[in-house]
């Protein structure tokens, strides 16, 4: 019987690390295809012979992209779209889980504005009302038209929300007897107390921001504007021979459009693969602990 049982978790065992390695490479071969493709050369790109490993070495994509003064704008556009909209949306998930986190007789229009925001969630006016409400407000190539237009996401004031119902109520009474008010408590028991569903919340709307590319594209108008994903969607080569030195004819016959592209794809990935191990050691505590309605 013993053996047995150990020859059936040895097998679940097998099983199981090979599903999680195959899941693990589907998820780490565009990663590492598109490296490979970004320093491979233009005849092997162009070919489709490129797969595991590069072929005919050449950085001459980076140092394209060095030159490329529209791409390091692009980024630094998202950069300020991806820290602004991370604050943003963080003062205003605190601000209103916080109160609809407490029970009818303590916060009594809780069940109205849940009501609300429930149905803002799962029925909206459209793309042309939220880009005539958009324009109206002047915000149109402004940077704020890619901030505010997500600042509310339900499913992370639900997660929130839960997770504050969880907090023992014995601190903030005690808070209470203190002379402490609301903000204080929420600042100085509720806050501190989060930092697993706050570390959760900003891997999610970081990676949505960094990633949203359709917003930049509705809302600006001016490629300059655009932020980098929007940049690399819209991605096309205009080539005027009448402007072309010698150096850069040379460098045309050099160049690949899939390595060039593959090299702009694994540099926009490069700041989430960065932020990501340090938040990640939240990111289970803060789902299932918020996941929790009590």
């Keep these: 019987m013993i053996q047995t049982r150990n020859l059936s978790e040895r097998v679940f065992n097998i099983v199981n690390i090979f599903i999680m390695g195959l899941l693990g490479f589907s998820c780490l071969y565009p990663l590492w295809y598109a490296f490979c493709l970004s320093i491979s050369d233009k005849a092997a790109a162009n070919s489709g012979l490129v797969t595991f490993y590069p072929i005919g070495f050449t950085l001459i994509s980076y140092r394209e992209i ?7 704008n692009s980024f630094w556009i998202s950069i300020q779209r991806t820290a602004l909209g991370t604050l943003v949306t963080l003062a205003v998930l605190i601000a209103m889980a916080y109160p609809l986190s407490k029970q009818r007789r303590e916060f009594r229009p809780r069940n109205v504005l849940m009501w609300v925001v429930i149905f803002c969630m799962l029925f909206n006016g459209g793309t042309i009302p939220w880009y005539i409400t958009v324009k109206n407000y002047g915000l149109i190539d ?3 038209a890619l901030v505010l237009g997500g600042s509310l996401p339900v499913f992370n004031l639900i997660l929130m ?8 109520r014995d601190l903030e009474e005690a808070a209470f007897v203190d002379g402490a008010g609301p903000w204080r408590i929420l600042f100085a028991i509720v806050v501190p107390c989060s930092i697993p569903v706050i570390a959760t919340i900003v891997l999610f709307t970081g990676v949505y921001h960094w990633n949203e590319f359709f917003q930049g594209l509705v809302l600006t108008t001016n490629e300059s504007r655009y932020p980098l994903q929007t940049y690399i969607q819209q991605l096309v080569v205009n080539i005027q021979a009448s402007t072309l030195s010698k150096d850069m004819i040379e460098n045309l016959f050099k160049l690949s459009n899939k390595s060039l592209n593959s090299a702009k794809v694994f540099i926009a990935m490069i700041p989430m693969l960065v932020v990501y191990p340090f938040l990640q050691r939240y990111f289970i505590s803060g789902i299932m602990l918020g996941a929790v309605k009590e």
């Excluded at 060095?66 to 390091?72: I, Q, V």
């Excluded at 929300?161 to 023992?168: A, K, L, S, V, Y």
Aim: hydrophobic content about 55%.
């Design 66 to 72: 060095m030159k490329d003064l529209t791409f390091f």
């Design 142 to 144: 402004s940077i704020w």
């Design 161 to 168: 929300m839960n997770f504050f119902r969880g907090i023992p």
